[in-house]
């Protein structure tokens, strides 16, 4: 068992949100904003790209998914990373590289550097992310901890009309227009100021056998809120919490993790099949109902103004209902609504539609994140997170095959019945996952489990 005196869960569990709360999550949620920026800069470019090096669209495909390949493998090291080296520094790290790879793809001279600096813009992009999650869900207490995870990517999400926005003024400027939406992302590096000043999380020191550094951290963690809000509440007592990993990676397919990670990695697939099969085709379907051109942009931003409103939905919900609840009844309204989408052929409808499902399935992912972190232990949170989003990520290379096979094969319409479906399965996965809301993370990932794991020396 690891009871060494600190009681840090539970310390850190009853402390009232304070300015050092809001302060990581203003500071992340930067990160985010132009971590989720990324996402869509290519796009923007793309266009502007395709005809100043006479580029045809296979090759355009070829670069974005070497991003998405860079994002899985970056998930999953940057997981490796947060779990050995410390949520902070990994999340330092992500960013700084994200910032350096985003600027070097605006001086790109050709196809090969544009694909390698993509790709390692990807890789990351997510191990930013996914430390960044993990960081939240430890530093948060267990009652609102999904509602500020909410919370700091619906700010981050407004990275994507932003950018949006952003590229509509810079990439007409000139050829060199399409440089600076990259040169924007590149921007983020100035949450570096914020980020050096987070604390590293006490329940990380306490993993590694760093009990002096954990003690230190979460007491000046408690002096800095003392201080604001006045003597803390008595925290719960402490009680033994089984060590249910050794800490090595391949305990994500082991004990309790075993199930849990199938239907993570099941889960990541499906929705990334899903979310990103249905954005592929909004421009395209709006071009072919008559829509000018011009028009799209306007259509497709509005449509994405989504997508914030749903994290904040996302956030306010997050600790009401229980988690898992939130995501099955996310994926079901998503299924209809992408199927009433794929029905209409009025143009209006089609935007209401589009803004839904955006808003939705934002819904879905701000609970999702929270709900991937809460079901590992501390040694492999950012690992299991990581990987499991990560392959979900590397799901996208074939995701769009997928699409054009059923839409060639079957029609049109049958590719949003197929996107319906996939939403009904992804209800039907989170169904056999563990109840979190309002849980402790240790509650959640030990003292509930018969399976036990060889104990390991540094704890």
Do not use: C
Not at 26 to 51: G, H, Q, R, V
Not at 65 to 87: C, E, H, N, P, Y
Not at 250 to 271: E, H, M, N, P
């Amino acid at each position: 068992s690891r009871t060494i005196g600190l009681n840090i869960a539970n310390r850190m569990d009853r402390l009232p949100i304070s300015s050092v709360h809001k302060r990581v999550i203003f500071t992340l949620a930067i990160a985010y904003f132009f971590e989720f920026a990324d996402l869509n800069t290519f796009s923007y470019a793309a266009p502007a790209i395709m005809k100043q090096w006479n580029l045809p669209m296979n090759v355009i495909a070829t670069i974005n998914a070497s991003a998405f390949f860079g994002m899985f493998l970056g998930a999953t090291l940057g997981g490796v990373l947060g779990d050995k080296a410390g949520r902070k520094k990994a999340i330092t790290i992500g960013l700084v590289l994200l910032s350096i790879f985003s600027g070097l793809n605006a001086l790109a001279w050709d196809v090969w550097s544009l694909s390698i600096f993509r790709f390692i813009t990807g890789m990351a992009a997510s191990a930013l992310l996914v430390n960044a999650n993990t960081y939240i869900i430890e530093f948060f207490p267990k009652a609102v901890r999904g509602k500020y995870q909410g919370l700091a990517v619906g700010i981050g999400i407004t990275g994507i009309p932003i950018t949006s926005y952003v590229a509509s003024l810079v990439v007409p400027m000139g050829d060199f227009g399409w440089r600076l939406v990259f040169i924007w992302g590149a921007l983020g590096i100035f949450a570096l100021f914020g980020i050096v000043k987070l604390f590293e999380i006490p329940r990380w020191y306490e993993m590694k056998g760093q009990v002096s550094k954990a003690k230190a951290t979460i007491e000046q963690i408690e002096k800095s809120i003392a201080s604001e809000k006045g003597p803390l509440a008595k925290p719960d007592p402490e009680v033994s919490v089984a060590r249910v990993t050794t800490g090595k990676m391949s305990d994500v397919f082991k004990g309790i993790y075993r199930k849990r990670t199938t239907i993570l990695i099941a889960v990541w697939i499906l929705q990334t099949i899903a979310f990103y099969g249905f954005g592929s085709w909004v421009p395209t379907l709006l071009v072919n109902q008559g829509i000018d051109i011009s028009k799209t942009l306007l259509y497709s931003t509005l449509i994405t103004l989504g997508a914030p409103l749903g994290a904040f939905t996302g956030a306010l919900i997050s600790d009401r209902f229980e988690r898992k609840t939130n995501i099955i009844a996310a994926s079901l309204f998503l299924a209809i609504a992408v199927f009433l989408f794929g029905a209409t052929l009025n143009p209006v409808m089609i935007v209401i539609f589009g803004f839904l499902i955006n808003y939705i399935e934002r819904t879905f992912s701000s609970n999702l994140y929270t709900y991937t972190s809460e079901l590992y232990g501390t040694e492999v949170r950012s690992f299991g997170q990581g990987m499991t989003y990560g392959i979900g990520r590397a799901s996208n290379i074939i995701g769009p095959f997928i699409i054009s096979f059923i839409y060639t094969g079957f029609g049109y319409f049958n590719v949003f019945i197929l996107i319906s479906l996939v939403w009904v399965l992804t209800a039907v996965a989170i169904f056999f996952g563990p109840r979190t809301s309002k849980r402790s993370l240790e509650e959640i990932n030990g003292t509930q489990s018969n399976e036990k794991f060889p104990q390991s020396s540094n704890l």
